[in-house]
Nanobody, 124 residues
Framework: EVQLVESGGGLVQAGGSLRLSCAAS????????IGWFRQAPGKEREGVSY????????YYADSVKGRFTISRDNREKTVYLRMNNLKPEDTAVYYC?????????????????WGQGTQVTVSS
């Protein structure tokens, strides 16, 4: 069974840091891009950061560039999202998702497996 499990969310003060993890199983991890998305109440799901399979190329949304870092450990089959200098507007449920290929995409419909999500709350 293809599965993604997020962890690492929580409550943090503005300016603080968190590291999210996305543990994968049930597929050949190295070959697939993984994306992090988030959804705040009343807002659409948005792409935050992606990392491709094989080459490990990355993308960051402008709103998180310079503060978030995505990485992957193929041996551990895990993707990480390090979030520094968190802001209240980063508050959302964060999801990781598996792309249907080694490439990342902005549209959620190109991701075929999603985790259950982890809540990140940043207080001011």
């Amino acid at each position: 069974e293809v599965q993604l499990v997020e962890s690492g969310g929580g409550l943090v003060q503005a300016g603080g840091s968190l590291r999210l993890s996305c543990a994968a199983s049930g597929f050949y991890f190295d070959d697939y891009a993984i994306g992090w998305f988030r959804q705040a109440p009343g807002k659409e799901r948005e792409g935050v950061s992606y990392i491709s399979g094989r080459e490990g190329s990355t993308y960051y949304a402008d709103s998180v560039k310079g503060r978030f870092t995505i990485s992957r450990d193929n041996r551990e089959k895990t993707v990480y999202l390090r979030m520094n200098n968190l802001k209240p507007e980063d508050t959302a449920v964060y999801y990781c998702a598996k792309s249907h290929s080694s490439l990342w995409y902005h549209l959620p419909r190109w991701y075929d497996t999603w985790g259950q999500g982890t809540q990140v709350t940043v207080s001011s």
